[in-house]
């Protein structure tokens, strides 16, 4: 299953200068929000499973760019809507990046732990690091808590900024907020502040991470 999402651009500007994001991959949102309204960003995306984005960050890139026109006609005229993608399609089972077109230039993705990423991307230099960071619900098992961050110290520009979307608290697991806070503190090198808070039942957090 893919979504294909409908985007308001206001705020975004497609001429500002490209920058380097690195997005958590399964649907991946905000990613193609950027993929598809500006036109020099660069996108990686990660996960830990390879599966995950051949079988959903792929085909969720293709219907919302490069196929979005032919996908358009099949989806009701909602916001947002499911597409039924068959996983063993021609186009997923053989290298669906190569039907991305010229976004591929703009794209790369990687899987595997959060240990070996830093090494995998060969970062060169301050110039070539990322100007953001996005990630989601990776906070939840304290004993992966070090490894997020030493990652986004490591790969995250002086200038720039990691936003990560977390529960408070992750009910039956020993990772929450207030433990990766307390971690960030007593590093001493970076700041994290809480941008939102919402959920009634299930408090989640938008956190952004800065170098100080």
């Known amino acids: 299953m893919a979504f294909r999402f409908n985007f308001t651009s206001e705020d975004l500007d497609p001429e500002a200068p490209g920058t380097e994001q690195l997005s958590p991959a399964t649907h991946a949102l ?11 960003s660069t996108v990686h995306f990660q996960d830990y499973n390879s ?41 997923l089972q053989q290298d669906p990046v190569a039907h991305l077109g010229p976004l ?10 959060w240990a070996h990423l830093a090494s995998n991307l060969n970062i060169p230099s301050e110039a070539y690091k990322y100007d953001l960071i996005l990630t989601s619900e990776t906070i939840y098992a304290h004993a992966s ?29 020993d990772g929450n907020v207030l433990s990766f806070a307390q971690l960030v503190e007593s590093r001493g090198e970076m700041t994290l502040t809480t941008l939102y808070r919402f959920g009634a039942q299930v408090q989640r957090e938008i956190l952004k991470l800065t170098f100080k």
């Open 30 to 40: 905000p990613a193609l929000f950027c993929l598809a309204h500006t036109t020099r």
């Open 104 to 113: 591929a230039q703009r794209c790369r993705f990687f899987a595997g732990d």
């Open 145 to 173: 808590q070090a490894k997020l961050y030493a990652l986004i110290r490591s790969i995250l520009k002086r200038s720039g900024m990691a936003l990560i979307a977390a529960k408070s608290m992750y009910f039956g697991l």
């Open 51 to 91: 599966e995950v984005i051949r079988l959903v960050t792929i085909p969720n890139l293709l219907i919302n760019t490069a196929y979005h026109d032919q996908t358009q006609s099949q989806l009701p005229s909602s916001a947002e809507a499911e597409l039924e993608i068959d996983t063993q399609s021609d186009l």
